[in-house]
């Protein structure tokens, strides 16, 4: 019965993101920058196709990213808010069954956004240069990677927060997260000791969204880094599994009487 509350909450939650406005917003706009990007050959020097290419992943990555960040916050607050999820936990599940059926909902909605947007990508790149190779689509898995692990904060913070501070939170971990290895050349280059303990513990504390990022290999076309790409699923298979975990545990504690 878990199981199958799991699996109609994960639908419920798929649903109510592909009506929601910010969702259509953000394929449009990221569409838009795909289409776009054939027209950057015609205003930048150097190899223009490499140029095209980074511009459309680019996209894919960063509304990804968005979408995750904004449905994500706000995963949690709005069933409180909608005052749903008292009729939801009425009945003889468990709340971490709640947790876990909102966060599969909203993965699923993001791996159909990356599917579109790759699927757009493919056509673009087929009719102004050739057809991807399948390096572009182990970044596209890559992403969906780092995606998981973005949205575990995401709904982390949902449990304890209102959606405007869930952002912040959420935005400072993304950052904090792409900066991750400058945030330990610093450490180490640092003079003080509580300067680089404070950096080494922000690095191994934090995500390494860097580890994710085969952007590179996908735009230069290069050979798939397959000991990198199975390393990053396994890093975000722990870590958001972790985070989702704390997710729960805060969400166990919440009292809705």
């Known amino acids: 019965m878990t199981a199958r509350a799991i699996r109609v909450l994960a639908v419920n939650t ?15 706009f990221a569409g838009a920058v795909l289409v776009l990007s054939l027209f950057a050959s015609k205003v930048t020097v150097g190899d223009h196709e490499k140029v095209v290419r980074s511009v459309g992943q680019g996209a894919m990555d960063l509304f990804g990213c968005l979408i995750a960040m904004f449905l994500g916050v706000s995963l949690v607050w709005k069933e409180l808010e909608r005052r749903t999820v008292y009729t939801i936990l009425a009945r003889p599940l468990p709340r971490w069954s709640f947790i876990v059926g909102k966060y599969a909902g909203l993965m ?28 572009v689509f182990v970044s596209a898995a890559s992403l969906l990677a780092k995606l998981a692990l973005l949205t575990a904060w995401a709904t982390l913070f949902s449990t304890t927060s209102s959606p405007v501070t869930a952002a912040a939170f959420t935005l400072s971990v993304f950052a904090i997260g ?31 969204f860097e580890i994710f990022n085969l952007r590179a290999h996908a735009v230069h076309e290069r050979a798939i880094p397959w000991e990198r790409f199975f390393t990053a699923i396994a890093y975000s298979a722990a870590y958001s599994s972790a985070v989702l975990g704390l997710a729960v545990v805060s969400f166990e504690k919440k009292d809705f009487k």
């Open 178 to 208: 792409n900066l991750a290895d400058d945030i330990w050349l610093f450490g180490r280059q640092a003079e003080s000791e509580a300067v680089q303990a404070a950096a080494r513990a922000l690095y191994w504390a934090l995500p390494n």
């Open 108 to 135: 699923l909605t993001l791996a159909v956004e990356v599917a579109l947007l790759l699927a757009l990508y493919t056509v673009l790149m087929a009719v102004q240069q050739h057809v991807p190779p399948p390096v």
């Open 14 to 28: 798929f649903r109510e993101a592909v009506r929601d406005r910010v969702l259509y917003s953000m394929v449009f």
